[in-house]
């Protein structure tokens, strides 16, 4: 089982861009589907983003579709969430996860917990 590190997060106006990293260790990114989540204070964990093996294949919850882009770097090992146009609501922790599957579908790469293994999160917070 490999290692994920978040970084990036922070407090951000409404409507201001933050850039999540989440570093490989262990497990090589180009072979494993990936997954933005998130979770704020008394709420579930929800799905935000993912990305199949191949980066050939990315899904958005509806919330976030239009504002967010998920993208990995091979040769850095590392995912990546793109998040524009932020919104109060977007403020949560938000935890990347590794899910060691060929296969593509939503139903699977949206449902938390058919992920292997997570990072420790990291903080975003959006003020209005």
């Known amino acids: 089982q490999g290692q994920l590190v978040e970084s990036g997060g922070g407090l951000v106006q409404a409507g201001g861009s933050l850039r999540l990293s989440c570093a490989a260790s262990?497990?090589?990114?180009?072979?494993?589907?990936m997954g933005w989540f998130r979770q704020a204070p008394g709420k579930e964990r929800e799905f935000v983003a993912a990305?199949?093996?191949?980066?050939?294949?990315?899904y958005y919850s509806e919330s976030v579709k239009g504002r967010f882009t998920i993208f990995k770097v091979n040769a850095k090992n590392t995912l990546y969430l793109q998040m524009n146009n932020l919104l109060p609501e977007d403020t949560a922790v938000y935890y990347c996860?590794?899910?060691?599957?060929?296969?593509?579908?939503?139903?699977?790469?949206?449902?938390?917990?058919?992920?292997?293994?997570w990072g420790l999160g990291t903080q975003v917070g959006v003020f209005s």
């Open positions: 996860a590794v899910i060691d599957t060929l296969e593509e579908g939503l139903d699977l790469l949206s449902t938390w917990r058919e992920y292997d293994y």
């Open positions: 262990g497990s090589t990114v180009s072979s494993v589907g």
């Open positions: 990305i199949s093996w191949s980066g050939g294949t990315t």
